[in-house]
């Protein structure tokens, strides 16, 4: 038998190079976690409007961009071409309530809900993808352009498609994966192998 001594460190304890190749390992395992709620949004978002995804991707592979979505718009060529004045007035009568919550106030014993006061506290699926999704709708209600609801969708489609990229990106980036492992405590060897896996 023979007894080995072996340093444990961690992720702020190792050199840079170290680092790089723990972060190496761990993005060749990696999952991202917020996909499915990424998703969520996008099909309450499809239940909602009058539109059918037929397909998407977002994210980057070896360096280049897989940002798509495919739709299909499936109300009538009126409805699809509104603009303007007659667009603000047809998504206040007929979508308001789908994207906005009443306010809610606080009591001791109660809650109650106001029947004035409007947020946009994510209003579909209570994650944040719910604001980049509806972002377009509420810049529109605030100050409406002359663009068709078709138009409209599709920007609303490509925030989010935008929104979720970008959060994937920042979710494999080396820094986001330093905070992950410091929080996390993880353990390495010297040259960056994880140290449970190393050691077995």
């Known amino acids: 038998m023979r007894t080995i001594t072996v340093n444990i460190y961690k992720i702020d304890e190792l050199s840079r190079n170290a680092q790089r190749k ?47 979505i495919y739709f299909n718009f499936i109300e009538d060529e009126n409805i699809e071409n509104l603009s303007g004045i007659r667009l603000l007035k047809y998504l206040y009568n007929n979508y308001f309530d789908y ?8 009591g001791k014993s109660k809650t109650r809900k106001s029947k004035i006061i409007y947020n946009h506290d994510c209003p579909l699926t209570g994650y944040c993808m719910d604001l980049e999704i509806l972002d377009p709708i509420y810049n529109f209600l605030k100050k409406p352009e002359d663009i068709t609801f078709y138009t409209l969708i599709r920007r609303c489609l490509y925030s989010w498609l935008d929104a979720c990229r970008d959060d994937l990106e920042n979710y494999f980036s080396f820094r986001n994966f330093l905070d992950i492992a410091s929080v996390n405590k993880w353990e390495y060897l010297e040259n960056g192998d994880e140290a449970n896996v190393a050691i077995l």
């Open 22 to 68: 723990a972060y190496e390992n761990w993005l060749e395992k990696g999952e991202y976690p917020w996909h499915d709620d990424n998703v969520r949004t996008l099909h309450a978002f499809e239940k909602i409007f009058p539109i059918k995804i037929k397909g998407f991707e977002y994210g980057y592979e070896y360096g280049e961009g897989r940002n798509y």
């Open 99 to 106: 994207i906005t919550n009443k306010k809610p106030f606080y």
